[in-house]
């Protein structure tokens, strides 16, 4: 597994944008699948958005039409492009990945703080 280490967050206004990055400590490039999931306050951990290897991509029905996951192989980087902003999306922000479709997910992250307040 890689390490994995995201940074990005902050504190927006609703209807901001923020755009997280999860850079790895090698390359992606055959990793089966890498996520984005956050954790709200009080709240269990959610997968927010995911990417295959192949580019294809699921989303959470709460960040549809919002948020867009991204890969660049060659920078060993996934990013989670975040618009309109709302405070539901306060939440502590973590990446992950399967290698293989078989193999559980890595170990977590410290994460990215992202929290919406006017």
């Known amino acids: 597994q890689v390490h994995l280490v995201e940074s990005g967050g902050g504190l927006v206004q609703p209807g901001g944008s923020l755009r997280l990055s999860c850079a790895a400590s090698g390359s992606i490039s055959s990793i089966f699948v890498m996520y984005w999931y956050r954790q709200a306050p009080g709240k269990e951990r959610g997968l927010v958005a995911a990417?295959?290897?192949?580019?294809?991509?699921t989303y959470a029905d709460s960040v549809k039409g919002r948020f867009t996951i991204s890969r660049d192989n060659a920078k060993n980087t996934v990013y989670l492009q975040m618009n309109s902003l709302q405070p539901e999306d306060t939440a502590v922000y973590y990446c992950?990945?399967?290698?293989?479709?078989?193999?559980?997910?890595?170990?977590w992250g410290q994460g990215t703080q992202v929290s919406v307040s006017s």
């Open positions: 990417i295959t290897s192949k580019g294809t991509t």
């Open positions: 992950n990945s399967r290698l293989n479709p078989w193999d559980a997910l890595g170990d």
